[in-house]
């Protein structure tokens, strides 16, 4: 089947106009959110050096409670960064990647790193950290608790 000349010239002349108006770019501007750990968590998870140790013991009492006026609380303390109340900083509100633990009366202020993952829907905190003796490190994924 032959077009005829005139056919065929209009179809090009609509996929080039296609064609040049289909590739304009679009930059989207998101503001990343300031990260609220705000809220009561319990740990869900331990691994220390590499092997779960969540069934070995009761970690389901342990909670820390982070408040908004950058105080915490903890409940039944385990091994953890910090085993006293105090004060906590992000190292930078919008990309945590460091919290800064004040226990109230130390001299010193502890740090752990820590990533804020989204588990199942869940927003997550993973601490890893070393308690005292350097060749122990433990990971503790906690979840928020729901009242």
Same mark, same amino acid.
């Given at each position: 089947?032959? #077009?005829?000349?005139?056919? @065929? @010239? !209009?179809?090009?002349?609509?996929? $080039?106009? $296609? $064609?040049?108006?289909?590739?304009? *770019?679009?930059?989207? *501007? ?17 691994? !220390? ?16 409670? %982070?408040?908004?006026? *950058? ?8 091994? #953890? @960064?910090?085993?006293? /109340?105090?004060?906590?900083?992000? /190292?930078?509100?919008?990309?945590? %990647? !460091?919290? !800064? ?6 001299? *010193?202020?502890?740090?752990?790193? #820590?990533?804020?993952? @989204?588990?199942?829907?869940?927003? /997550? ?23």
């Amino acid at each position: 089947m032959i #077009f005829p000349l005139q056919k @065929v @010239v !209009r179809t090009c002349a609509l996929f $080039l106009v $296609l $064609l040049i108006t289909a590739c304009e *770019q679009q930059d989207i *501007q998101v503001q990343e959110s300031v990260k609220d750990i705000a809220g009561a968590w319990r740990i869900t998870k331990a691994v !220390r050096n590499g092997v779960d140790i969540t069934a070995y013991a009761d970690f389901t009492q342990f909670r820390i409670n %982070f408040g908004t006026n *950058q105080q915490y609380t903890i409940e039944h303390p385990m091994p #953890f @960064v910090v085993t006293k /109340n105090g004060g906590y900083e992000l /190292n930078d509100p919008k990309y945590p %990647f !460091r919290i !800064r633990f004040s226990e109230n009366g130390a001299a *010193q202020p502890l740090s752990s790193s #820590f990533t804020y993952p @989204v588990v199942n829907g869940k927003r /997550n905190l993973v601490f890893t950290f070393s308690p005292g003796c350097q060749s122990n490190t433990y990971v503790y994924t906690l979840e928020k608790v729901h009242p």
